[in-house]
């Protein structure tokens, strides 16, 4: 401890650190308004201290402050009855008149009597050290603040200095530094200590004031030093504590963790509860800790209630019976009106409820609402009570967490301005489930968020036109209303939505036209929503005469903007141009860079197929992995395919993952992919795996899928056989490919010999219809040759022109031999089936088909000759 010099004056009639007052009379010194170890000795004399005379106050009071404790004489001096006045009794045997201890002259009429006293020496004090001086450039005011590391900040005039007390310096904060309030502990100077600072005796009151804007360290530089900061005029002063010594500080919590407050509370009961001040100090831990939710903080604070009856109940809580904790709670709960019947009761009911009792936190869920507080933490409550099983909290959770979101994004949405987004969600809610106090229709929603800006929201007010017909007065008064706010200054979204609307009327009406008149003021006022919606339709009669940016131009508008679905847009509308790969090129690689998905997906196919310029400087894989990582299905599918190439088994695992992946997220040729490698393993179960994923891609008109399931229901392989679905399935692989309106092929059979066969298909809604011929010629030189002509009238009974067929023909065949030219002419009907797989086709067909034969004609005239007709053909389907 340091020793304090100059004291002289300021310890007259006491002693540093001992606990009474000296008043000097002959012999020595009376002792008065004690306590501690000198409790109950008023009116004795201290006559030595460690076995000497006390001769001078203050060179004594120098001396202690270097001690622990002092041995001090004390002298009880009774003198006879007289009057009937008694002296005091001797504290330590007041029953007892022959004090062995006591000393009894001869010729003295008085009576003495002698204790020795080992007395602690109860000091605190402060001390300054060294003052910092502020670096150029510190406010002139500055208040403390911390960091959630408990660093030291101070900050004023919108600075932040950093305290370092490793080196003992102030510096300017780091950027990005967040400030965090801090406060001195209240209990820092709750000790029975006698307090000085520099010599000069303070109360704790008086103390704690004159340091209430101090930050209290426990280290400065080397030492391991409880140090206070003050900040002045002249600078940051470092103060250093010297504590009592008989019994420390009491520890104090950081109430940004709260757990502290409990633990350093019930430090001090254990520890210290015969200190004086050392109940309040634990009961002010125990209060921070439960204002910061510390529920058994808030038992504490009632385990020492005067109300016996609640402190036993709360006791059996800190024991663990958690029905005790739910009724000590309800209990606060009813008395109410104090600060045990708030946070307090509320704290421990949750405290109960995380013990796991449901009915408690029935309760404190019903008393947050009941008070109109956080409605996020009754929704915590009762999903707490949810999880320990009762489903009526459960059910009560959910309807509560929609009728506060419902509430606070209606709130937003009706609000001036209106939030595009809440009014979005809103809408979106609605579409779900009716909510109470909440009278707005989804499409009212919609249409708010539209006119404030959000896109989507004037996307989704079109499923509502399509469904109630642009006709329906709802309809009609958004229509009207988006057009007036379109020409509303700092409104021009409004026109994308109108236009949304319109766009969906009749080609030939002048609102049709008028739509895309309003996606180019829209685009062209900024709006690169209007520049996509524009470029993105294909603008017939009234609407193409429109003057204005083509397609191409508006794109380009919102690609210059960095918009990066613009430029994925202008790049395919740049790609369907065989002139425009070059430009397409430019705007998908833009659009990459901007963050399309969908665009660096493109990249990488040109990058496949080399016909990217920089094919040499880029990777397909890294394109399709950046379009997979940003969430393109599409890019990871192809990213599968670059890794492992061909439909066996991927060698490479990431391929694998990468199908799942793009399948999982809607990319149905990934489906079918993983279909294909289940089904090369050849087992049942994988068989089983493959044919959900099969079933994806045939749901989404995949071919290949649909045609593979056919075959597994037809064998039963991986699925329950059924010949039915099988045919289902290759009928439905049938129709999914697209009619070809061509076919060019080779034929060879009887009448027609060997020879050509075409076939153009005539437009029909509901069936197959096609006009075709069959060709042939045989030359023979010399002997002869044979020629077949066959006009044919096919019809199917499939749109698509395959499957069974039924022909009606003419057919005319000559045959030259020995000078001789005989031409059969006749009609003919043939029944068959035609198969297309692709670009490919094959046919086979078996009918009947007159002949006119002289000889036969005349005996069995006028019934004609009819001879069996029979082909095998395929080849190209061209168109």
């Not at 009057?83 to 009794?89: F, H, I, R």
């Not at 045997?93 to 201890?101: A, G, L, N, T, Y």
Request: proline residues 4%.
């Amino acid at each position: 401890m340091l020793l304090y010099a100059l004291l002289s004056a300021a310890f007259a009639g006491t002693l540093p650190g001992i606990p009474a007052t000296l008043t000097e009379t002959d012999g020595g010194w009376t002792i008065s308004d004690s306590s501690g170890v000198l409790t109950e000795y008023d009116g004795w004399k201290m006559t030595l201290v460690d076995g000497e005379a006390v001769t001078d106050m203050a060179e004594l009071g120098a001396k202690v402050f270097d001690l622990d404790e002092v041995t001090m004489t004390v002298v009880q001096v009774r003198a006879p009855d007289a009057g009937g006045v008694e002296t005091p009794d001797d504290p330590e045997d007041p029953e007892d008149p022959e004090d062995p201890d006591a000393t009894d002259e001869p010729g003295d009429d008085t009576r003495a009597r002698e204790r020795e006293l080992v007395v602690p020496i109860n000091i605190a004090g402060i001390r300054l050290e060294e003052t910092l001086p502020w670096p150029e450039g510190a406010a002139s005011e500055v208040t403390w603040a911390t960091t959630r590391f408990q660093q030291p900040l101070l900050t004023g005039d919108g600075s932040i200095w950093s305290v370092n007390p490793t080196h003992g310096e102030v510096v300017a904060a780091r950027e990005g530094t967040t400030p965090v309030a801090y406060r001195f502990p209240e209990n820092f100077f709750m000790l029975e200590a006698d307090w000085y600072i520099d010599g000069v005796a303070y109360s704790d009151s008086t103390i704690a004031e004159k340091f209430e804007g101090a930050y209290i360290l426990g280290r400065w530089k080397k030492a391991n030093q409880d140090v206070l900061l003050v900040p002045t005029k002249k600078g940051l002063e470092v103060h250093f504590v010297d504590l009592a010594r008989h019994h420390g500080r009491f520890p104090t919590c950081d109430a940004s963790v709260p757990e502290t407050c409990l633990t350093y509370g019930l430090e001090i009961l254990a520890n210290m509860s015969e200190v004086e001040g050392a109940a309040a100090a634990a009961n002010a831990q125990f209060v921070l800790g439960c204002q910061a939710g510390i529920g058994r903080a808030c038992l504490e604070i009632v385990a020492h209630d005067d109300n016996e009856e609640i402190a036993d109940i709360a006791e059996g809580c800190i024991d663990g019976d958690e029905f005790d904790c739910a009724d000590v709670g309800s209990r606060l709960l009813e008395r109410g009106g104090d600060a045990t019947g708030g946070y307090v009761a509320l704290n421990i009911l949750q405290h109960s409820c995380d013990l796991g009792l449901a009915a408690a936190c029935r309760v404190a869920a019903d008393h947050v609402l009941e008070k109109d507080e956080a409605i996020d933490h009754a929704i915590a409550l009762l999903d707490s009570g949810c999880i320990h099983g009762d489903r009526a909290q459960c059910d009560d959770a959910t309807t509560l967490r929609h009728k506060a979101f419902a509430t606070q994004v209606a709130a937003k949405c009706t609000a001036e301005p209106a939030d595009a987004d809440s009014c979005y969600e809103l809408g979106k809610l609605l579409e779900l489930e009716e909510v109470e106090h909440i009278e707005l229709h989804p499409f009212d929603a919609f249409q708010v968020s539209c006119t404030e800006g959000n896109e989507d929201a004037c996307k989704r007010m079109g499923y509502y036109v399509d469904r109630w017909g642009l006709g329906d007065d709802r309809v009609v008064r958004a229509t009207t209303d988006l057009l007036a706010a379109c020409h509303t200054a700092g409104k021009s979204h409004a026109c994308v939505g109108a236009a949304h609307l319109l766009v969906r009327l009749k080609p030939s009406s002048k609102e049709y036209a008028q739509s895309r008149e309003l996606y180019i003021e829209a685009c062209e006022a900024g709006e690169i929503s209007g520049c996509i919606g524009g470029a993105s339709h294909l603008w017939i009669k009234k609407a193409k005469r429109v003057k204005g940016p083509d397609n191409i131009e508006l794109a380009t508008m919102g690609c210059d903007k960095d918009s990066p679905e613009a430029c994925n847009l202008l790049g395919k509308l740049h790609n369907q141009k065989r002139s425009g790969l070059n430009d397409a090129i430019v705007a998908w690689d833009k659009g990459c860079e901007l963050g399309s998905m969908n665009a660096c997906t493109q990249v990488g196919i040109l990058l496949v197929e080399r016909r990217h310029p920089k094919h040499k400087e880029l990777k397909p894989a890294d394109e399709f992995r950046r379009a997979c990582e940003q969430g393109d299905p599409e890019g990871c599918y192809r990213l599968g395919l670059v890794l492992s190439p061909g439909v066996k088994i991927p060698s490479d695992a990431e391929a694998f993952d990468l199908f799942v992946k793009a399948c999982d997220e809607g990319y149905s040729e990934a489906c079918e992919r993983l279909g294909m490698i289940h089904l090369t393993r050849k087992t049942f179960y994988e068989a089983e795996i493959a044919a959900r994923y099969l079933t994806t891609g045939c749901n989404d008109r995949l071919l290949e899928s649909c045609a593979e399931l056919s075959k597994m229901y037809k064998h039963g392989n991986g699925v329950q056989k059924d010949r039915g679905e099988a045919r289902s399935l290759a009928l439905q692989a049938g129709t999914i490919e697209p009619r070809k309106n061509l076919r060019i092929g080779g034929k060879l059979g009887f009448l027609n010999l060997l020879g050509l066969e075409a076939e153009v298909m005539v437009p029909t809604p509901f069936f197959g219809l096609s006009i075709g011929t069959d060709f042939s010629y045989l030359p023979g030189g010399s002997i002869g040759s044979i020629m077949y002509l066959g006009p044919t009238v096919r019809m199917y009974p499939s749109s698509k022109g395959r499957g069974v067929f039924m022909t009606v023909g003419y057919h005319r065949f000559t045959v030259n031999a020995l000078e001789t030219s005989v031409t059969n002419d006749g009609f003919n009907v043939k029944f068959g089936v035609r198969s297309q797989q692709g670009v490919g086709w094959v046919s086979s067909e078996f009918g009947l088909g007159s002949m006119s034969v002289p000889v036969i004609s005349e005996i069995i005239a006028p019934i004609p000759v009819l001879v069996p007709m029979f082909a095998m053909s395929g080849g190209f389907a061209a168109l």
